[in-house]
Each structure stands twice: as structure tokens, then as C-alpha cells.
């Protein structure tokens, strides 16, 4: 038996290298199905790439159909500490299936990290090339060029604050959050709070598609005064292959760009 440890400091005692997996996280399964095809096992209705991906489904992340999971006899589950409820891990383990837990990333190089940990232990696969290709990509943080609002859900209202990969995926290409300096990881100020953001100390909006779905008929309208931009969400919140792209695709889409 292979003795390891997730992110949390937890044991996954696998037999071997990772060969049933079924991943509650869509970044994750990405990330595990590029780099070793076929050793998944099921995957959640949200996994939508690979766009090739054909497995069962076992429900949402936050709300699995764990007897699906089960019933798919998995000789590894994979889950985020943010993603997913931790009753369903223990669930899990309890039933004798080793969970590994990535821990909520605070930044582009550790969520590269602990997919290095991911791949290369629990799978025993050498570096992937897409994974070294981004590390190197993301490794530069640029000065400032934008001060932004970043909301990640309305009804309520819910932005981007303190130590959030998807905070360090924009500081690096020149998007500084205001909520940086929040107490809260995901705060929850109203609406007007954040017209006087953009009224006084941030010159630009910053909209993803996912997990709420911004659209031009959507959150642009409530800040009409400001200057926006409508981003992918897996650009901005993915960690795994989708790395390799977002880069170019997130500096291209700012102003002035």
C-alpha cells in the first residue's frame, strides 16, 4: 500500500498508481484526464472538459449522489477543501475509499503545486508538459495596470477578497482586487458598496461567465457607469491545462490591450 497524504495532511492509502478515479472537480478532472486518458471512473454533470469526456456522472460538486459514487467502486476519489462538503468525504472514507483533498489554492503556483502532488504521486506519472509549459507562463506577476471589482455571484452580491487563485490569476497579468485586503475570502457587500468602489478606487469591472453566469444583459447593468470586461470563468477560476491559454486570453481581453 502506497502511503500518502493529501493536501490537508490526511492519508490516501491507494495500492498502486490511481487507476479508477471518479473526480467531484471539474478543474481536476481536466487536469487528471489530460494527463492520464482513461483512468477515470465518473466524473460530476459539471466536468465539462475534456469536451471528449464519456463517464458516468454522479450529481453536482457540492451535492454528489455519493451512492453513485460508491456503486462506481473508485480505487481514488479527488475533492477540493472549497469545492466540495467534508461530510462527504468522511462519508466516503468511511466506506473505505481514499479521498485525496486539495487544498483551496491561494495562488497560481501553489495550485500548480498540488496538482504536481496530484500526478506524480497518486498517479505516478512524470511532470506533464501542459503543467511545466504553465508554471513557466504564470511565473512573472506584472505591475499594476487595473484596479478592479470582482464579482463571482449576485442575489447576493459576492466578490473576490483575500488569498483567492482566482485574485492571483488577475494580480499577475495586472489586475489588482480591491477586496484584496478583506478579512473574508468571498465577501458579501451590497451593491452600492461596490458603485463606490468603481466610483473612487477601482477603474475596472470584471465579470466571469461561472459559477454565475455574467452576461452583457447581466451586471454590466447595475454598474453603468463603469468600465467592464466579461471573462471566462475556467480562464479565471481553473486551475489544471486550461492554464496554458488563459494567460494570453485574459491579458488580451483587458483595456488597452
Same mark, same amino acid.
Given at each position: 500500500m502506497t502511503s +500518502?497524504?493529501? !493536501?490537508?495532511?490526511?492519508?490516501? #492509502? +491507494?495500492?498502486?498508481?490511481?487507476?479508477?478515479v471518479v473526480s467531484l472537480v471539474?478543474?481536476?478532472?481536466?487536469?487528471?484526464?489530460v494527463s492520464a486518458p482513461g483512468r477515470l471512473a465518473g466524473a460530476t454533470d459539471y466536468c465539462t472538459?475534456?469536451?471528449?469526456?464519456?463517464?458516468?456522472?454522479?450529481g453536482g460538486s457540492k451535492y454528489p449522489k455519493l451512492d453513485?459514487?460508491?456503486? +462506481?467502486? #473508485?480505487?481514488? /476519489?479527488?475533492?477540493?477543501?472549497?469545492?466540495?462538503?467534508?461530510?462527504?468525504v468522511e462519508r466516503l472514507r468511511a466506506n473505505g475509499i481514499p479521498v485525496w483533498v486539495m487544498a483551496a489554492a491561494a495562488s497560481v503556483p501553489a495550485a500548480l503545486g498540488s496538482l504536481r502532488r496530484i500526478l506524480t504521486q497518486a498517479y505516478e506519472l512524470a511532470e506533464p508538459d501542459w503543467l511545466v509549459t504553465a508554471e513557466e507562463i504564470w511565473r512573472e506577476v506584472r505591475p499594476v495596470r487595473f484596479h478592479a471589482v470582482v464579482p463571482v455571484w449576485r442575489k447576493p452580491w459576492i466578490v473576490l477578497g483575500r488569498d483567492t487563485f482566482a485574485g492571483d490569476v488577475l494580480?499577475?497579468?495586472g489586475v489588482a482586487n480591491v477586496y484584496a485586503a478583506s478579512?473574508?475570502?468571498? #465577501?458579501? #457587500?451590497?451593491?452600492?458598496?461596490?458603485?463606490?468602489?468603481?466610483?473612487?478606487?477601482?477603474?475596472?469591472? /470584471? +465579470?466571469? !461567465?461561472e459559477p454565475y453566469l455574467f452576461t452583457e444583459q447581466d451586471g454590466? !447593468?447595475?454598474f453603468p457607469d463603469a468600465r467592464y470586461v466579461l /471573462?471566462?470563468?475556467r480562464h479565471l477560476t481553473w486551475y489544471g491545462p486550461s492554464l496554458v491559454e488563459a494567460h494570453a486570453a485574459l491579458t488580451e481581453i483587458l483595456p488597452g490591450s
Open positions: +500518502l497524504v493529501d !493536501d490537508l495532511g490526511e492519508p490516501v #492509502p +491507494l495500492r498502486g498508481p490511481a487507476s479508477r471539474p478543474s481536476l478532472t481536466e487536469a487528471v484526464e472538459h475534456p469536451s471528449t469526456l464519456d463517464v458516468p456522472r454522479v453513485r459514487v460508491l456503486d +462506481l467502486a #473508485p480505487d481514488l /476519489v479527488l475533492a477540493n477543501a472549497e469545492e466540495n462538503r467534508a461530510d462527504d494580480r499577475r497579468v478579512e473574508e475570502r468571498y #465577501p458579501r #457587500p451590497d451593491v452600492e458598496e461596490l458603485r463606490a468602489h468603481l466610483a473612487a478606487d477601482a477603474d475596472l469591472l /470584471v +465579470l466571469p !461567465d454590466p !447593468d447595475h /471573462v471566462s470563468g
